[in-house]
């Protein structure tokens, strides 16, 4: 088992920033591609962010592609999700994913995911 907990939600303005942090523990960590999704109230979980294993290449969904950077810290077994520019559209709870079935230039499908974290708020309104 891969146990993930996320922090750093919260209540932002537009334009403004937040970190969202996911330390993972059990599982062997280089294993596994790691990153976020996203879900919104009677929407389906979508695809924000991922990161191979060895944290050379990150992937990105269009609609946070040069506002969010997503990095991975092997010996801290954590990965962090930094957002700019944050906007009502990004309101959703957050949730840390990792799989090591599928890797990260794949990521689309949350049911190819192992193992998820519980999900963090963030709620972006002025």
């Known amino acids: 088992q891969m146990r993930l907990v996320e922090s750093g939600g919260g209540l932002v303005q537009p334009g403004e920033s937040l970190r969202l942090t996911c330390v993972a523990s059990?599982?062997?960590?280089?294993?596994?591609?790691l990153g976020w999704f996203r879900q919104a109230p009677g929407k389906e979980r979508e695809f924000v962010a991922s990161?191979?294993?060895?944290?050379?290449?990150?992937y990105y969904a269009s609609s946070v592609k040069d506002r969010f950077t997503l990095s991975r810290d092997s010996a801290r077994r954590a990965i962090y999700l930094q957002m700019n520019g944050l906007q009502p559209d990004d309101t959703d709870v957050y949730y840390c994913?990792?799989?090591?079935?599928?890797?990260?230039?794949?990521?689309?499908?949350?049911?190819?995911?192992?193992?998820w974290g519980q999900g963090t708020q963030v709620t972006v309104s002025s």
């Open positions: 994913a990792a799989t090591a079935r599928y890797s990260a230039d794949t990521w689309g499908n949350p049911n190819d995911i192992d193992y």
């Open positions: 059990g599982r062997p960590f280089s294993s596994y591609a």
């Open positions: 990161a191979s294993w060895n944290n050379i290449n990150t």
